[in-house]
């Protein structure tokens, strides 16, 4: 029988403190989850994160390893044109989101294409 795993995520928490989120997953019983980049929980740009301490600190004290991330896109694109700001910003912040994910033990960093100029022929968008 194959092996399922039951990820927590707090997206649905993002009214609520860090720390709700982590408390319901314990009650829950879930020992691994994915978390999503968002601010108030996580602040991160093309320049570096804050300090991820107290993040650890809860997750660890309950139990609970990183399976993924997901930094959400907000204005970044890996689809922006090479040599532009946004390109160059974007690089940026997906490579702090890798040193992040790296941080907290995740196994996998999962990030979409969101942010694409739909003024460009399908193709060039894929390529």
Do not use: W
Request: net charge negative.
């Amino acid at each position: 029988m194959e092996e399922r795993i039951l990820l927590g995520n707090n997206a649905q928490f993002v009214k609520l403190p860090f720390e709700d989120f982590v408390q319901a997953q314990k009650d829950l019983g879930i020992r691994e989850v994915e978390l999503t980049l968002q601010a108030p929980h996580f602040y991160l740009d093309s320049y570096g994160y804050h300090d991820l301490t107290e993040v650890k600190a809860m997750l660890k004290d309950a139990g609970i390893s990183v399976h993924s991330v997901i930094p959400l896109p907000y204005r970044y694109a890996i689809c922006a044109d090479e040599g532009t700001i946004q390109h160059e910003k974007t690089i940026g912040y997906y490579q702090q989101a890798v040193l992040l994910a790296a941080e907290l033990g995740a196994k996998y960093l999962l990030i979409t294409g969101s942010g694409a100029n739909y003024d460009y022929a399908p193709e060039r968008l894929m390529d």
